[in-house]
């Protein structure tokens, strides 16, 4: 069975860093892109970010709103990805999923995480 | 950047079928992907390459995509099927794009 976990959410302070690991199973991790996407409250989804596999690379592309902020990076041999967030703003409030995908595009997002919350506030 | 519209709202009667729309320029040129999300629950992909379905999901989701519209079709819908809907594209300038989503309400 997929499962994909993330942890590390909770609450920080403006200007702050935080770090979220999403921890896979079930599956080949190595094989996968993962992505980040978040959703701030009573709001719809916005992709984060996400790494491609070994194959494709591994390398990153990021949404414009976390661009310079944001790195996610992958450790295929625990099976887990992260994203540090770094000079969070209030606007980086919501909740983080972590999706698996396919290819060069990473995509569709086939399995989904639970979600961890993020609160970003003084 | 690319932008996804979406009607914020579709109301359907139970046995009858919802129809979600999503707008984009030369859409039909893409592939596009749907996502359900329950409340309190992640998002679950329904239909992805414009028309094709996980294992798993019922035959009553279905989807389609022409010219700048893609739509995702519910037969039959049920009061389970109550959730928001979102569309999803690649763009190869906007990277992942989301559509603003749609809450489908069962009357």
């Known amino acids: 069975e997929v499962q994909l976990v993330e942890s590390g959410g909770g609450l920080v302070q403006p200007g702050r860093s935080l770090r979220l690991s999403c921890t896979a199973s079930?599956?080949?991790?190595?094989?996968?892109?993962m992505s980040w996407v978040r959703q701030a409250p009573g709001k719809g989804l916005e992709w984060v970010g996400f790494?491609?596999?070994?194959?494709?690379?591994?390398?990153?592309e990021y949404a414009a709103s976390v661009k310079g902020r944001f790195t996610i990076s992958r450790d295929d041999s625990k099976s887990i990805a992260y994203l540090q967030m770094n000079s969070l703003k209030t606007e980086d409030t919501a909740v983080y999923y972590c999706t698996r995908g396919r290819g060069a595009t990473g995509g569709p997002f086939d399995y989904w995480g639970q979600g961890t919350l993020v609160t970003v506030s003084s | 950047s690319y932008v996804l519209t979406q009607p914020p709202s579709v109301s359907v009667a139970p046995g009858q079928t919802a129809r979600i729309t999503c707008g984009g320029n030369n859409i039909g040129s893409k592939s596009v992907h749907w996502y359900q999300q329950k409340p309190g629950q992640a998002p679950v992909l329904v239909v992805y390459?414009?028309?094709d379905r996980p294992s798993g999901i019922p035959e009553r989701f279905s989807g389609s995509n022409s010219g700048n519209t893609a739509t995702l079709t519910i037969s039959r819908v049920e009061a389970g099927d109550e959730a928001d809907y979102y569309c999803?594209?690649?763009?190869?300038?906007?990277?992942?794009?989301f559509g603003g989503g749609t809450k489908l309400t069962v009357l």
């Open positions: 999803q594209v690649w763009d190869s300038s906007s990277d992942w794009v």
């Open positions: 079930g599956f080949t991790f190595g094989d996968y892109a």
């Open positions: 390459d414009d028309s």
């Open positions: 790494i491609r596999s070994k194959a494709y690379g591994g390398t990153t």
